[in-house]
């Protein structure tokens, strides 16, 4: 920390060098960083003599490399106007933070309003994202860094998918919170605190319901009256993340009344998103919430009446602690148990026509799901899984929505995120085979859909309309 001084300066550009005497070529003492700050002792002729407290040195730097204020509450309109330019600014977080600390010295322990805290908490978490791309050439982020590690802004490590993330602890949105923020400000510091991004990878089943349901506690506690339309969609959509999440945990806890509440929520989310408002940046954070609103509504449906004259039967029994097994039994016997740690949703079953299958949806991730397609033949049976893409599991489902009357054919719909599009298709499958025979990416137009698609599936289901990124019901005429 820097002594209680009279004037000080803070480096504004970048590349700045602290000399040991006043000329050019004088001898390099240490490189400065954007945000630093300097002890004034003196000027002359355009050349400021400094001394530096962090590196413990003095030295000189050039006049227009620094700007300089007095330690005290004179300097905090000048202050607050920077901070005011600087906290939307990309590539400047740095520069912002020293003026935010600057701003708190001067303001010597009188209460700092929750737009200093806002900005703060907006620049961390924007330097952080800066730290956590894949590859840059950002030649001042380690510097910045360091500036931001000056001043006590404190980021967590989190290792996921051999790589490490960069997430700020998130000490200045709780400051917003706690300092009764306007609108917009405290969304965006529950939107910051409530990140999934940030979740250590090694936290257990229990810690993760934890955690979200106190995720889900602190969104309903969000009003979004005077809020910017486009940030309260965000604020919807990550109600819908945290609420589909706990669909599964609850489901996976064999509480069957409280998943269905989580899934009621998650649909009820997804509806109050003003797609109009939607921002550009949002739009594939609106297709994964739509994706995950179409797992949560498992909790909601009905099992559906067998085909007339069916004499196939699905059997849930549980295996080991954890496990739910399933077996089928028909015509031909009964099916070799197929057991799993995942979330099977029994309402999900379908059998097909003539008792040629049976298909469930089994959910082993929160946000991702398989369709079990189980069928008899001439030695037994035989049990595939479809995935909703050929990838790592992530965000995405898999469901059948209808077949046709013969039960040779099934309609299947897969969505899975991407980078940077979604995948979406709407397949007509081989039921002996599971070969394509037909594909489209919207369901409009398809002809074994508006043909064979099942009322349930078309009533319920929230895949795109078509083309363009609204999403809804789908349109299909039977």
């Not at 404190?154 to 998918?161: L, M, N, Q």
């Not at 009820?268 to 998103?273: E, S």
């Not at 919430?289 to 449906?301: N, Q």
Request: aromatic residues 6%; hydrophobic residues 45%; contains cysteine.
């Amino acid at each position: 920390m820097l002594p209680a001084v009279l004037l000080v300066a803070i480096v504004v550009e970048p590349n700045v060098m602290l000399r040991a005497s006043p000329q050019d070529h004088a001898v390099r003492v240490a490189p400065l960083q954007r945000g630093d700050w300097l002890e004034v002792r003196g000027e002359r002729a355009g050349v400021v003599a400094v001394y530096d407290h962090a590196r413990e040195r003095p030295g000189y730097v050039r006049a227009h490399h620094v700007r300089t204020y007095p330690l005290d509450a004179t300097a905090l309109p000048a202050l607050d106007a920077v901070i005011t330019f600087l906290k939307d600014s990309p590539g400047q977080e740095a520069l912002g933070m020293g003026y935010v600390a600057l701003y708190l010295k001067a303001s010597a322990g009188a209460p700092v309003s929750a737009e200093i805290w806002d900005a703060l908490g907006g620049m961390a978490d924007r330097l952080a994202r800066r730290a956590s791309v894949k590859r840059t050439t950002d030649v001042t982020l380690a510097g910045d860094l360091d500036v931001a590690a000056r001043y006590g802004v404190r980021f967590v490590s989190v290792e996921a998918e051999g790589r490490t993330q960069l997430c700020y602890d998130g000490e200045a949105h709780r400051k917003t919170l706690a300092a009764r923020a306007a609108p917009n400000a405290r969304v965006r510091a529950v939107l910051a605190l409530t990140r999934e991004q940030c979740l250590p990878p090694n936290m257990t089943a229990t810690q993760q319901q934890t955690w979200n349901d106190w995720r889900a506690e602190v969104l309903s506690n969000m009003d979004t009256v005077d809020v910017t339309p486009w940030l309260a969609n965000r604020l919807w959509l990550r109600r819908v993340e945290v609420h589909s999440a706990r669909v599964f945990a609850l489901a996976r806890g064999n509480n069957v009344v409280a998943a269905a509440a989580a899934a009621e929520e998650t649909l009820n989310a997804l509806a109050r998103v003003q797609r109009a408002e939607l921002a550009d940046e949002d739009k594939q954070a609106l297709d994964g919430a739509s994706m995950r609103a179409s797992l949560a509504r498992m909790a909601l449906e009905t099992p559906t009446a067998k085909p007339a004259g069916s004499n196939m039967e699905v059997v849930f029994t549980a295996g080991e602690p954890g496990q739910t097994c399933v077996q089928v039994r028909g015509r031909n016997g009964a099916s070799p148990s197929q057991c799993t740690y995942a979330v099977v949703w029994p309402a999900s079953v379908q059998v097909l026509p003539q008792d040629r299958g049976v298909t469930l949806v089994v959910q082993p991730l929160a946000g991702w799901s398989e369709l079990w397609l189980a069928r008899p033949d001439d030695t037994g049976w035989k049990w595939d899984v479809l995935v909703p893409a050929a990838s790592s599991p992530g965000v995405g489902y898999v469901e059948m929505a209808g077949v046709s009357p013969d039960g040779k054919h099934l309609l299947v719909v897969r969505e899975a995120l991407g980078t940077p599009d979604v995948r979406r298709d709407f397949q007509q499958l081989n039921v002996e085979t599971l070969k394509v025979e037909h594909l489209a990416h919207e369901a409009a137009g398809f002809r074994p859909f508006r043909m064979w698609s099942s009322a349930r599936w078309r009533q319920g289901a929230l895949v795109s309309m078509g083309s363009g990124n609204t999403r809804g019901h789908t349109p299909l005429a039977p």
